[in-house]
Every structure is written in structure tokens, then in C-alpha cells.
């Protein structure tokens, strides 16, 4: 990894951190629900949706305000319900989550599916909370998660992948699953940091693309090490895709010609970023995080 990405995330990941966590304890709900939503906040993660926030901040020379660090969190706290939800029986049924038993392993699936509901609200209402950004670009922000995590991003690509598990998938199909999936919510990070650092229409573009593609060669690498990793590494399930027939980039390609995808769109992703004139780029150095990472 780059040493001033290392810096970046070492700086920016216990601000998260912490943010997140004073956050659920500002919320006046039961010690069970809020011990629930604790655990999975604190298992950690490379929390690169929130960083990603910042990073869009940082390319375009602006400081990491109180406001982008709730709209960064907020992100994370949607992503963090996604995960209880697919690990629970009624959809992937997956007993282990960063090396620790899954949310409903250890509360129960009445409280895990609570406590997903929950994060997933207190995400919306951290967003009505900013201080410091006009009322329209709030609104704005709240529409983009929306559609990023509902049933036109999210939350749809996971009926799509479920759907999926019953019949082989053409590359087209596949990555329609993970542009929904995987991708909406990495988009609504890049974008939503975009309109806190003030971007013009162009530099949205040109953005929208950049997360697309990075959301893309996200899944990619996350289908690889699905099949190169052990569980231990991963801190899931190894190889539970192939096990569950699912189709995967390399069951579609192959492994040579996964990774072979994998760097189209890393490449897709650098070329998107023409825009950002700081010769150290965040985001130039998340899209080869991303493609190089091992877990």
C-alpha cells in the first residue's frame, strides 16, 4: 500500500471510528438493540466507503469538515446493516463476519434484522443533521443514499444476486447484480463527497465514472480472493461463492481472466480522474488499493 494512503486511512479510520460509535450511543434505544448495532460497528472493516468520502474531500483540497465526516459515517452505517442482513439464514447464511461470529450468531435473527433496520435509519438521520450544508445539497445528499441503498441500488442488486444462485449468470447479468450491489453505495460515497467539496457538473462526470468502475473492480478482486484465500484471511468464509454455485467473475472467466477484467477497470478508473489536478491523489491510490488488497 502507499505510504500516504497508509497515513490517510491511519489518520482518518479512528475518527470514523469513533464518530460512528457516538453516534449509536447519542440514540435513546434499548441497551440489547444498541449493544447489537455496537458489535458490528466495532468488528471493524476497511471502512473504505467513509475514507472514500473524505478522499473526494481531500483530492479536491478541502478540509475533512464536521459535515463530511457524518455524511462518511453515514455511508458506513448503511453498509454495516447490509452486511447483518446477508449474513443472516434467509440469505447467505454466513457464521462468521472480519473473523468474528455474525451479528444474529450472537443476538439472535430478530435482533440482528433489528438492528440493521435501525442503522439503516439513524444512517437518514445523520444526514438531516448537518450544520454547515445548505438545505439543497441535504436533500440531495438523502435522494442520492436513498436510491444508492433502496431498491434501485442496493438493496435490488441483492434480490438480483439471490436470483442468481438458481441459474448461471452471462457477464452482463453479473455485473448489472454488482453496479446495484457493490457499486450504488461506493458511488453515493464518491458523489456525495463531490457535492460537499462544491464539484461542477463535469467533475461529477467524470467522478460517476471513476466510481463505477472501482465499484466493479471492487467485486472483482472480492471473486478472486474468494478463490486464492483462505478463511483465516478473509476473516469469512473461503471459497462459500463456490460452494453456493453461485457465478463469479472467475467461474465466468476464469482466474487469469478475472484478473485480466480486474485491471480494465482499474485502468478505466485512473483515466477517469484527468480532473484531479493534485499530483497525490486519494483516489488514484484507492483504485490501486483496491485492486492489490488481500482480504
Sequence with gaps: MNNDLQKFISEKTPIIDAEMKRLIASEN???NLKESMLYSVNAGGKRIRPLLVLAVLD??????SEDGLKVACAAELIHTYSLIHDDLPCMDDDDFR????TNHKVFGEATAVLAGDALQTIAFGILTSLQHTSHEKVIRLIALLANASG???MVGGQVLDMEGESTSLTLTELEEVHRNKTGALLSFCIEAGAILAGADEEELKQLREYATNIGL????QDDILDVTSTTEQLGKTANSDTASDKSTYPSLLGLEGAK???EKYHQNAIQSLTLIKKENSMLKHFADYIVSRNA
Design 59 to 64: 483530492d479536491f483540497g478541502k478540509e475533512a
Design 29 to 31: 434505544s434499548p441497551s
Design 98 to 101: 472480519r473473523g468474528k461470529p
Design 217 to 220: 473492480a471492487f467485486q472483482i
Design 151 to 153: 431498491a434501485n441500488g
Design 260 to 262: 485480466q477484467q480486474l
